[in-house]
């Protein structure tokens, strides 16, 4: 909010369970946490929580977005990266989840460590780049998530596994 004032952070996906649980147990609520906590509950931050959102509702919401950021731990692969990046967002992430591989084919500064001054880092490079740099991230995404479409992939599934089992014969 500092550097880009009118900037919204939109957190997609049903955090209320955790939340009130966090509310539930502030005896043992980090600093951090609460910290959180507060910050969600001022609505004048531009801060908005989109939880139980239709198909059609998830798209819209991607499609009015600038940016992903996917900052888990531990994550495999995140699928919510390959559909962030299929409608056309580019992704920072976390260099600790699964989905990192794929971020690095689109630019490797957009894998980040969980460091707070990193993060505003990538996403304060992200935005300073030209509209024509960023519509350029935007169809690269695309283009690399497209191999994973399930039709393609099973079809190419098949041909191997076919191809697999006749040399076998």
């Known amino acids: 909010k500092k550097i880009y004032p009118d900037a ?3 957190i997609v996906g049903d955090w209320s369970k955790h939340i009130i649980k966090l509310q539930q147990s502030k005896a ?10 507060d910050t969600i509950k001022d609505t004048k931050n531009g801060i908005k929580i989109l939880s139980n959102l239709s198909d059609k509702e998830f798209v819209k919401t991607l499609k009015s977005s600038a940016l992903y950021l996917h900052l888990g ?11 962030a990046m299929l409608a ?5 992430v ?6 990192k591989e794929l ?3 689109l630019n490797a500064d957009f894998v980040v460590p969980l460091n707070k001054d990193k993060i505003i880092r990538a996403v304060t490079d992200y935005f300073s780049m030209s509209e024509r740099r960023k519509l350029f991230l935007s169809k690269q995404s ?4 497209k191999k994973f479409y399930l039709k ?15 040399r076998s014969n």
Not at 73 to 81: C, Q
Request: aromatic share 8%.
């Open 8 to 10: 919204e952070l939109t």
């Open 28 to 37: 043992t609520v980090k600093i951090s946490e609460q910290k959180i906590l």
């Open 73 to 83: 731990r531990g994550d495999a692969f995140a699928l919510t990266v390959v559909e």
């Open 88 to 92: 056309g967002l580019p992704a920072i």
């Open 94 to 99: 976390s260099n600790e989840t699964g989905s």
């Open 103 to 105: 971020v690095k084919q």
């Open 142 to 145: 695309i283009n690399i998530v």
């Open 152 to 166: 393609s992939n099973s079809e190419l599934f098949i041909k191997k596994f076919y191809r697999l089992v006749n």
